[in-house]
């Protein structure tokens, strides 16, 4: 519910805050005085268009701020509303308190939700779950075709069936796309050549992904393996093996140690020994050089081999990736690619046959929801009729009209409410009703047979007392009443009956003031209400009769 409205320099309008409560909230006051500033302020809230004509001449700017209690709209709503703020990263609200603002300058307009800024079209869309106004020349949620059909459906309680329809239509939607991605998935006979081509040429190449660096290394030592084994030899040569090698020149040494050791043994005879082990690591290292000499393949042609293997594997690498895994991947991707081509027509049989199966169970369901809607349609125009009866349109008709409609999650059929005023007329379309007085008096007919089924917290009635009066008047104050108890109700009316039905009830008016005129607004209660209800009656105020009237039509309205 609108819990409290702020608005500065709007229009007729310098400074004006008000609170609101619950139900039904009346607004009366003199032609001319400004009743529909309510209604302005609230569009302008609720995202409409917004003009530096609105500004009250001297000012620079206007604003208006309105905070919305959360905790009084049905959790369904809470639960879109709170998607809403999170998809346009809007702050968290306060205490279920949302803020709505909206400052209006010479150059455009700002919006502001929980002081997040937010565009004009993102308050469209917040407004439509907060606001529905019905007056001259505003546009409303429950005109849109699809609302109404909502609504039906709503009304008809089938959410079953319409989930089990939208569940339909979304796996056939998803089975299309599949199809089309495999219909767009095809490859010319080039193409396919070509894949083929690369696809063989790596097969045939038997590469591993971790071969490249063992083969390197082998290539490295066949390629030096001649100048390897000359290295080798000349150490086996130079330590033990050759003329005057080391291990000669060492066995000179030990035979004169040996004639130490025999002068001299406790000093002699540990160097004979250490001199005896070096002379025999000589020998050792000059036999496992040898050896290492002997097993060193020279072969030109299995060095060839490697180098024609490396040059095999940096093409590869080249063409289809900078290692050898990539190729592999690579190749992977082909055989994939070229399966699924090959393939295709089959996978398009079998997707062909699938859709068939849930074509023919959505338009099954379709179906069932078609049934559904025309029983619930008649009630529900059977309902409305009778409640446009006590609202004055005696010889009036409505009708829940269902047309085909392309196949959809919601089902396969449009719905429009229609209404003729007159006995002899024809249905129209609610969206083509010319007088606001009548639509307003539709309106809410309909919204009281739905109230339990249309969710919009705040509804705002202007014009809905246009031509009527005596019992319909009262008939329609009954029922604006009676929509309060599961909405927040703006009723602006000229009919004290319908006003004295309000829970609360405001006086607009207008007072000069330096030569400036200023629009205000404040609640009446006690004596003052009274007053005003007997000036809606027609009477200055002194009359006993007048007085006990307006008490009585207060004392009337249930508590």
């Given at each position: ?8 320099n709007?229009?007729l309008?310098a400074e004006?805050?008000l ?9 009366t006051?003199?032609?001319g005085a400004?009743?529909s500033?309510?209604i ?6 609720a995202?409409?268009r917004a ?7 001297g000012a620079a700017?206007c ?7 959360l905790?009084?709209v049905?959790?369904?709503v809470q ?5 809403l703020l ?5 702050r968290q609200?306060e ?13 455009g307009?700002r919006a502001?939700?929980?002081n ?7 308050l469209?869309d917040?407004?439509?779950?907060l606001?529905d106004?019905?007056g001259?020349?505003?546009?409303q ?5 699809k609302r109404q059909l909502?609504l039906?459906d709503?009304?008809?309680g089938?959410a079953g069936?319409l989930?089990e329809c ?5 796996a056939l939607q998803e089975l299309r796309q599949e199809?089309?991605?495999?219909q ?6 080039e193409e396919?050549?070509?894949?083929a ?5 790596i097969d045939q ?22 100048r ?5 030899r000349?150490?086996?040569d130079t330590l033990?093996?050759?003329?005057n ?6 066995s ?8 130490l050791a ?5 000093a002699?005879e540990?160097f004979?020994?250490?001199?005896e082990e070096l ?7 000059a036999?496992d050089l040898?050896?290492y ?8 042609e ?12 940096q093409?590869?690498k080249?063409?289809?990736g900078p290692?050898?895994a990539e190729v592999l991947s690579c190749a992977?991707r082909l055989?994939?690619?070229l ?5 295709r027509q089959?996978a398009?049989?079998?997707l062909a046959?699938?859709?068939?199966v849930l074509?023919?169970?959505h338009?099954s369901?379709?179906?069932?929801l ?9 009630r529900?125009?059977?309902?409305i009729s ?8 005696t010889?009036a008709g409505f009708a ?5 409609a392309?196949p959809?999650a ?5 719905v429009?409410?229609c209404?003729?005023p007159n006995v002899g007329e024809?249905m ?10 009548e ?12 109230s339990?089924?249309?969710?919009v917290p ?8 246009a031509?009527?009066?005596?019992r319909?008047a009262?008939?329609v104050a009954?029922?604006?009443r009676?929509l309060?108890r599961?909405?927040q109700v703006?009723?602006i009316t000229?009919?004290?009956?319908i ?18 005129t200023?629009?205000?607004?404040l609640r009446?209660e006690?004596e ?8 809606m009656?027609g009477?200055s105020g002194s009359?006993?009769t007048a ?11 249930p508590a």
């Amino acid at each position: 519910m609108l819990e409290a409205l702020n608005i500065r320099n709007l229009a007729l309008v310098a400074e004006l805050s008000l609170e609101f409560l619950p139900g039904l909230n009346t607004v009366t006051g003199e032609t001319g005085a400004g009743k529909s500033l309510i209604i302005g302020a609230l569009q302008l809230l609720a995202g409409g268009r917004a003009s530096s004509g609105s500004i009250r001449k001297g000012a620079a700017a206007c604003e208006i701020s309105g905070i919305f209690r959360l905790d009084r709209v049905p959790p369904e709503v809470q639960e879109q509303l709170q998607l809403l703020l999170d998809d346009g990263g809007v702050r968290q609200c306060e205490e279920q308190r949302l803020l709505i603002r909206r400052v209006i300058s010479e150059t455009g307009s700002r919006a502001f939700v929980n002081n997040s800024p937010v565009t004009a079209a993102y308050l469209r869309d917040l407004g439509e779950f907060l606001v529905d106004i019905h007056g001259p020349n505003d546009s409303q949620t429950l005109l849109q075709p699809k609302r109404q059909l909502a609504l039906l459906d709503s009304f008809a309680g089938q959410a079953g069936p319409l989930q089990e329809c939208r569940q339909a239509w979304t796996a056939l939607q998803e089975l299309r796309q599949e199809r089309q991605a495999l219909q767009e998935d095809h490859l010319s006979a080039e193409e396919m050549q070509l894949f083929a081509f690369q696809l063989q040429e790596i097969d045939q190449a038997g590469i591993q992904a971790d071969e490249e660096e063992p083969l390197q290394a082998r290539h490295r030592l066949v390629a030096h393996s001649r100048r390897l084994i000359e290295i080798a030899r000349q150490g086996a040569d130079t330590l033990a093996q050759g003329d005057n090698s080391l291990q000669e020149q060492l066995s000179l040494t030990i035979r004169q140690i040996r004639e130490l050791a025999q002068i001299d043994p406790a000093a002699g005879e540990p160097f004979q020994e250490r001199l005896e082990e070096l002379s025999n690591d000589l020998g050792e290292i000059a036999s496992d050089l040898n050896n290492y000499a002997d097993s060193l393949d020279w072969d030109e042609e299995a060095l060839q081999e490697m180098e024609a293997r490396l040059e095999l594997l940096q093409r590869l690498k080249r063409k289809f990736g900078p290692t050898l895994a990539e190729v592999l991947s690579c190749a992977e991707r082909l055989r994939g690619r070229l399966a699924r081509v090959q393939g295709r027509q089959e996978a398009l049989t079998a997707l062909a046959e699938r859709e068939q199966v849930l074509q023919k169970r959505h338009l099954s369901l379709c179906q069932k929801l078609h049934a559904l809607r025309q029983q619930s349609g008649e009630r529900l125009s059977a309902a409305i009729s009778g409640k446009l009866q006590r609202l004055g349109f005696t010889r009036a008709g409505f009708a829940v009209m269902l047309s085909p409609a392309s196949p959809g999650a919601d089902g396969a059929d449009a719905v429009e409410f229609c209404f003729a005023p007159n006995v002899g007329e024809e249905m129209q379309p609610l969206r083509s009703i010319a007088s606001s007085g009548e639509i307003a008096r539709v309106m809410l007919a309909i919204k009281t047979i739905l109230s339990d089924a249309d969710q919009v917290p705040v509804l705002v009635f202007d014009e809905i007392d246009a031509n009527i009066g005596g019992r319909v008047a009262a008939d329609v104050a009954a029922e604006l009443r009676t929509l309060g108890r599961q909405h927040q109700v703006f009723c602006i009316t000229h009919l004290p009956r319908i006003a004295a039905a309000g829970e609360a009830h405001f006086l607009v008016s207008k007072q000069i003031n330096s030569g400036r005129t200023n629009a205000s607004m404040l609640r009446l209660e006690g004596e003052d209400r009274v007053q005003e209800i007997v000036r809606m009656l027609g009477d200055s105020g002194s009359s006993a009769t007048a007085c006990r009237h307006a008490r009585e039509m207060l004392a009337e309205v249930p508590a």
